[in-house]
């Protein structure tokens, strides 16, 4: 499948998209506190969504489950990975971390990004497991430059978290992003050397390293989309969406 290069235009609409992601998780972050539920934080994502003229881009998602995904929000607690699915009987605990991870589309466009919170106060390995994830992800921003590989992406993400003693999941990647939720390169946060193709003006990517306490192995749970660390310790996620242009990465996610 071909890499869809984007213009100039394209990623001015996409920037609106991620912008309205960017508030929506913001909303959830703020209200993500003891005793919240992971549908509470759903609601007020989609509310800031629709609002802003957009449409939540995982409720009804096919993807690879065995039904379409029912949330606005992925919300993963603790050792949940990703895809957690919201629900009134999944309330926030003092000490959980919580991955909320979301998508708009907005006239005809994508924009995606997450990041994980912490709910009260939390452990010194889950703050450090937070940091060490955030960091990973900025440092892969940064290698996001035209002339660069996909693998200087991915091999900044694991040199970073595996330095720090903690394991990059290769079961779920990161994706170019664009008139589709994922669209072609898959973008590995580990060090590859195939399907390793260069980084190009109008390419746009979501990078979304998801780095765990353990095992770098998973699990999928019973309903059919959320993904366990098979050690069942902690997991951290956060994305930004980055188009690459001639000034380097533009981080369209990132909350302006």
Not at 47 to 74: H, M, N, W
Request: charged share 25%; with cysteine.
């Amino acid at each position: 499948m071909a890499v869809y290069l984007k213009s100039k235009a394209e990623i001015e609409i996409m920037r609106v998209a991620d912008q309205i992601v960017a508030k929506a998780l913001a909303a959830a972050r703020q209200a993500a506190k003891p005793g919240v539920s992971t549908l509470e934080l759903d609601r007020i994502a989609e509310d800031v969504i629709r609002s802003a003229g957009a449409e939540p881009a995982f409720k009804g998602y096919q993807g690879s489950g065995p039904y379409p995904f029912p949330g606005t929000l992925c919300t993963s607690i603790n050792e949940e990975v990703v895809h957690g699915i919201p629900s009134e009987e999944r309330i926030l605990k003092e000490g959980d971390i919580v991955s909320i991870d979301c998508g708009a589309k907005y006239h005809g466009f994508y924009g995606d990004s997450a990041l994980t919170v912490a709910v009260g106060k939390v452990s010194e390995t889950a703050r450090r497991l937070m940091r060490v994830t955030e960091e990973s992800l900025e440092l892969a921003i940064k290698n996001a430059v035209v002339g660069n590989r996909l693998s200087d992406i991915g091999g900044a993400i694991q040199d970073h978290a595996e330095g720090e003693g903690f394991a990059v999941v290769r079961d779920f990647v990161g994706h170019g992003i664009g008139r589709s939720l994922h669209e072609e390169p898959q973008v590995p946060h580990y060090r590859t050397h195939g399907h390793n193709e260069r980084l190009r003006v109008g390419l746009v990517i979501a990078i979304e390293p998801m780095i765990n306490e353990g095992t770098w192995q998973v699990d999928s749970a019973p309903d059919g989309w959320t993904q366990l660390t098979r050690d069942r310790k902690l997991s951290a996620h956060f994305e930004h969406s980055v188009a690459i242009s001639e000034d380097g990465p533009q981080v369209l996610s990132r909350i302006s």
